[in-house]
């Protein structure tokens, strides 16, 4: 009998493939042999092509978000192509370039979901978070969280469309109608919102670490109309600021840097604390709101708008076995865009 179990253990392993774990610890993650996921009912098991690089993943690998599933595949910008599908899972044929996003499953059945605000479901379950992701060869996702992906776009490139894109988008409808918009921290979302704001003849203002020189040009580069370091006022008051950047001092800046009746909005999913700040900066009506994850709408309507503009992604590309400088790389800004995990091939 233990021999047999020995054989059944020997011929799963057989069907290992390479990933890297989050496991005791934090701040590090594991190079590890780990099976093959089984796609389950609805599911499909995709091969990975590449799997952004999110300043979320960071959040999760330092310990900054509660709970993470343990031990843990992070990355949830997974470009992948159909492998298997579980039973009943019908959307996607076998061999067709899918995506999977943040969101990785919601319950359709409490208020939010019925709300159509599934981005605030009270059961919702999160890739690279409470599920495993991509950075490893293959990953398992629910079809009905997954997506298409536009065509033009090559697997690296589609990658940061996925996150960075996605709660960019959803960052920047917050916004409702400004015209002129300031982006905190110009990393990888705000360089995708930045030609999408553009495209829809928006005015981009570009607010980067003091004395980021290369963010700022890079800035310039995609059309915003000034770059500054994030301490300074813009030559005008703002209709409404993005805050990408972790960082809670830039609310009350940015508070300072709009006109009345304008927006703040946080779109990290952490931040550090914010400073105490008079209650001045906020009179005129203005508000300060935070972004919570995307839903499926913001991923079609996003998907479907960045190919017509088009939306051009600047990447650096990792293997998958270097996860740990990319997201040192990202920790430290070592490089303008998105940094994206390729598997071995
Ligand atoms: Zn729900
Ligand atoms: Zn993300």
Redesign the pocket.
């Known amino acids: 009998m233990v021999r047999a179990a020995k054989a059944a253990e020997a011929s799963a392993s057989a069907a290992a493939m390479f990933a890297m774990r989050l496991e005791a610890g934090r701040g590090t993650l594991v190079p590890a042999a780990v099976p093959i996921p089984r796609p389950g009912p609805k599911r499909i098991l995709l091969r990975v092509r590449a799997c952004?690089v999110?300043?979320?993943?960071l959040h999760v690998v330092d310990g900054e978000l509660p709970d993470p599933k343990r031990p843990l595949i992070p990355g949830?910008?997974i470009v992948g192509v159909v492998a298997a599908r579980g039973r009943g899972a019908v959307k996607f044929r076998l061999g067709q370039r899918v995506g999977v996003?943040?969101l990785g499953h919601a319950c359709g059945a409490c208020r939010w979901c019925a709300e159509g605000r599934e981005n605030l479901c009270d059961a919702a379950r999160f890739t690279?978070y409470q599920l495993d992701g991509g950075y490893a060869e293959y990953a398992a996702a629910d079809e009905d969280f997954c997506f298409a992906l536009p065509g033009r776009y090559s697997d690296v490139e589609a990658a940061p469309l996925?996150?960075?894109g996605?709660?960019g988008y959803r960052a920047l409808k917050q916004a409702g109608d400004a015209e002129s918009l300031g982006l905190y921290g110009f990393g990888?979302?705000a360089h995708i919102v930045a030609q999408v704001a553009r495209f829809q003849k928006r005015r981009v203002y570009a607010f980067t670490r003091p004395g980021d020189a290369a963010s700022r040009r890079f800035a310039r580069s995609l059309g915003a109309v000034w770059a500054g370091d994030s301490d300074r006022e813009p030559p005008r008051p703002l209709d409404a600021a993005l805050i990408f950047a972790p960082v809670g001092a830039l609310v009350p800046a940015a508070l300072r840097a709009v006109r009345k009746g304008g927006a703040v909005v946080c779109a990290g999913?952490h931040m550090s604390d914010i400073p105490r700040f008079p209650y001045s900066l906020l009179w005129g009506e203005r508000r300060i709101q935070s972004v919570a994850n995307l839903t499926r709408g913001d991923a079609r309507e996003f998907l479907a708008l960045a190919p017509k503009i088009p939306v051009r992604t600047r990447t650096t590309e990792f293997p998958l076995s270097a996860a740990n400088e990319a997201l040192d790389a990202l920790r430290r800004g070592r490089f303008e865009g998105a940094a994206v995990l390729v598997p071995p091939r």
Not at 54 to 57: E, N
């Open positions: 952004g999110c300043r979320t993943d949830h910008e996003p943040w690279g996925l996150c960075a996605l709660i990888a979302a999913i």
